[in-house]
């Protein structure tokens, strides 16, 4: 008859199971109503659900850098609780979205004009990579490397991303090691290179 220590231990391994199986197949969290709405909203009405934050990129000139612009719970708060979110992302000739994550969902990308280079790196340091064009669509998992690229040193490219999170979050890979305060001796280790290397990359990260 097993003791009272191992049942509680196989119990207590269970439920750690359990939690991490839970955790993989999380997404936002579930809401208990239809929608979210701010304690300070008195009415809610259609104007709730729309947003016009898009409307500024309708005939505007091309961008001159790389440019983001987001409709996410932090700018479109009728998402929260809705596990969707959108990003438009414009890339002018010879730009890249350099590498980054999102740590709460995975990135479907469509292309609507131009050309890209796009890549994500797997688990296994292994990595996948595509030249889309007009019309394709590329996935980037979940918390994954990823990056994408506007080799045409002519012509602009015009993406639209779609997360399966109200706020899927980016962890920009250049920012978050060059542009903190990470003591530079321990990225010089890191990275096998020196401190001058690693504060001439912090330099140029600056804005």
Known sequence: MASASSTFKFLSLLAALCAVAEMAISGDPDILSDFVAPLNLTTVDGAFFTFTGMRALVGAPPASAFKVSKASAAEFPALIGQSVSYAVLQFPAGTTNPPHTHPRSAELLFLVDGSLQVGFVD???????????SGDMFIFPKGLVHFQYNADSQNSALAISAFGSASA???????????TSIDD??????????????QALKAGLKP
């Open 123 to 133: 688990t296994a340091n292994k990595l996948f990579t595509q030249t889309l064009q």
């Open 169 to 179: 979050g980016t962890v920009s890979l250049p920012t978050t090691l060059f542009a």
């Open 185 to 198: 001796n321990i990225l010089a280790k890191a990275f096998k290179t020196d401190v001058a290397t690693v």
